[in-house]
């Protein structure tokens, strides 16, 4: 993004209906023209989608049970049921390096910027001496590597990262032979553990306020989409009986007494619900998984043959099958794609805008496989704009910092090459040299300050990784991710309430970089 003074700066990509002025955390930015009038149906993902987990709850909740199984199913030491989470620690966007304990920050050409193992800073020459100096370039995937690009596995990589202080400091009370990748599996293992027991999911159904942030927008954006005449959809990895309570509660059904009511009235705003639809798997065709139709009140999985009902084999009574004939609003487990877009009498894939939070799982599968329009979303984003406009002067002054050391850095470099291929009178070489010095010390200087400056401002958008989408003057390696695969980008789902159901989305003027270097100060 540039401004048009020259300095890095904040662009409303996609600007409000009508000139109304909406809140720079809650506009939608846009990587791709996207015209709204050409989508016909809009899905939604649930989970840290529709459904904003509170990390203080939420993921302390994940990380306490992955704890108790770590200590009772996997042999840990007691002493870990003491230890705390701190939600704000980690971001998106990082890497794991399972084999040597590391935690990564990259910028989009994946280079490592930052660098900890486990809590510990590695110094640069650690970096580079690690991730700098081998001849093929290295793909940090997987299995080396554990790729952090949920909300969900903040609590995982925290918990790692502290097993690796732990190891380090406790060689003999770790399991034997845990070395730092055996140590991340069991996480995975204990994490799988505690969604299998359904601990985390029975905790939020009791007290779903607890877990979740209220949204009063969400019903309103669901109103609009519906009253605009397009098809809407849920695709969710949870099961029915989870789906309905957290649905119910982002959609406020409550009673007289201001209780939760369990009822299925949130189904009006959509035509399909698929439940336990096992993402990114159900995003390619050729996935032979079966489709059952849910019977809301019993929660019964009924045969289907490709979406269309079944009758019961021996049944004398349609009444079932009645019943799911005329229901506005059909809910299915399973399936894949395909069932979907029959079901919805799709036509082409670019009709379909598809809203999910997980780069992989939902984003890049459903662009790149299907090529379904995609909209991100990025909680972080509403803190990160803000700040953006808030260090605008403090980022300008950066950008200054940098353009002088440049200017010395060059003009070093001049100097050292007449010294070297010209010929000076002795006093004249005696004077270059010692305007040499002076330089080479203005340029420590200038570089000093520069660093300075630049470590302050990254500690301003977070302490230890800096700016979700900047790893020094890179885009970030989540950055990369979401230029590539979303469409648009934005901090909540509900923020499409605010722009026109039939907005036409249009990027920013992109600058060539011989374009930006140019620009007026």
Not at 1 to 23: F, Q, R, T, Y
Not at 90 to 104: E, Q, S, T, Y
Not at 252 to 258: I, K, P, Y
């Amino acid at each position: 993004m540039a401004s048009s003074n020259g300095v890095e700066g904040l662009h409303v990509w996609s600007s409000p209906e009508g000139g109304c002025k909406i809140d720079i955390g809650k506009q939608i930015f846009c990587n791709r023209s996207l015209n709204m009038k050409n989508i016909l149906a809009v899905g939604f993902d649930m989970d840290y989608t529709l459904a904003q987990y509170k990390p203080e709850t939420f993921e302390s909740l994940a990380y306490e049970g992955t704890i108790r199984k770590l200590v009772y199913d996997l042999g840990y030491p007691q002493e870990l049921l003491e230890w705390t989470f701190d939600p704000k620690y980690m971001v998106r966007g990082l890497v794991l390096d399972k084999k040597r304990g590391n935690i990564l920050k990259m910028d989009r050409h994946k280079y490592v910027k930052v660098a900890y193992h486990g809590f510990r800073e590695l110094s640069k020459e650690d970096k580079v001496g690690t991730y700098g100096n081998t001849l093929i370039r290295d793909s940090f995937d997987e299995p080396d590597y554990a790729l952090i690009d949920t909300l969900f596995s903040l609590a995982e990589a925290y918990l790692f990262a502290q097993l690796v202080d732990y190891k380090d400091n406790n060689p003999g009370k770790v399991p034997e032979g845990a070395d730092y990748s055996h140590m991340y599996k069991d996480v995975r293992a204990a994490v799988d553990l505690c969604h299998r027991d359904g601990t985390l999911k029975q905790m939020v159904a009791k007290d779903p306020k607890r877990y979740i942030n209220e949204d009063t927008s969400i019903v309103p954006m669901f109103k609009m989409l519906r009253d605009s005449g397009r098809s809407t959809f849920l695709v969710t990895n949870s099961l029915w009986d989870y789906t309905n309570i957290v649905m119910n509660f982002l959609c406020a059904s409550r009673t007289l007494d201001g209780s939760l009511s369990c009822n299925f009235d949130w189904l009006q705003y959509f035509d399909v619900v698929i439940t336990g639809s096992a993402k990114p798997g159900f995003f390619q065709e050729e996935n032979r998984a079966n489709i059952f139709e849910v019977e809301p009140e019993s929660g019964m999985l009924l045969n289907t043959d490709n979406g269309t009902p079944m009758p019961q084999v021996g049944s004398t009574s349609p009444e079932v099958l009645f019943k799911a004939l005329n229901k506005s609003c059909r809910v299915f487990q399973g399936g894949n794609v395909a069932h979907l877009h029959k079901l919805l009498s799709i036509e082409s894939s670019s009709q379909v805008l598809y809203v999910g939070d997980h780069i992989y799982g939902d984003i890049l599968r459903s662009k790149k496989v299907l090529g379904w329009r995609t909209m991100l979303v990025v909680p972080e984003l509403e803190r990160e704009v803000k700040l953006l406009w808030e260090l605008r002067d403090m980022r300008k002054q950066l950008r200054l910092l940098r353009n002088e050391r440049d200017l010395v850095e060059d003009q070093i470099h001049h100097l050292k090459w007449s010294l070297k291929f010209e010929s000076f009178r002795d006093d004249e070489k005696q004077k270059m040299t010692s305007a040499l010095g002076e330089l080479e010390s203005q340029r420590d200087q200038a570089r000093l300050a520069h660093q300075q400056a630049q470590r302050e401002c990254h500690q301003k958008f977070h302490k230890i990784w800096g700016q979700l989408m900047k790893t020094g003057y890179q885009n970030s390696r989540f950055a990369h991710q979401v230029e590539r695969f979303a469409c648009l980008y934005t901090s909540q789902v509900s923020n499409l309430s605010l722009y026109s159901p039939d907005k036409y989305y249009r990027p920013s003027e992109d600058f060539m970089p011989h374009e930006f270097h140019i620009l007026p100060l």
